[in-house]
């Protein structure tokens, strides 16, 4: 294998792993806030109801979402001087794009941590 090959699929920024934290930030949420949200939305139909069938999996997407996040957490917030002059985690204004799309997924999987302890005060 070349090295310009394993430095291409390695993931240095943290991109994959950021990604599937998001994918399964979302899946985790998908059969409690997603009805909600599209409610609250105006969407409705007897399909909304479909959506709980990803229920009983939803501690494993939560689970693969921290341990994705985990490691897209240690690549995003390194130290910048850990960062070679050429790669992208040493541009300032990607390096601050890639923090704030982790605190999004990061709030997003809160959410979907914490709503079954206030869903009571919207059903």
Do not use: N
């Not at 899946?27 to 599209?38: I, M």
């Amino acid at each position: 294998m070349s090295a310009t090959y394993r430095e291409r699929s390695s993931d240095k920024t943290g991109r994959r792993s950021l990604l599937a934290g998001g994918v399964a930030t979302l899946l985790a949420s998908t059969c409690c806030l997603g009805p909600l949200v599209l409610i609250s939305l105006g969407f409705s139909g007897a399909w909304i109801g479909t959506l709980t069938v990803l229920e009983p999996y939803q501690p494993v997407f939560i689970g693969a979402a921290l341990l994705a996040l985990y490691f897209a957490g240690k690549r995003i917030w390194r130290p910048a001087t850990q960062c070679a002059p050429g790669e992208v985690c040493a541009l300032p204004r990607i390096r601050l794009a890639y923090q704030i799309l982790f605190v999004g997924v990061c709030a997003l999987l809160l959410a979907a941590l914490l709503f079954p302890l206030i869903a009571h005060w919207f059903y």
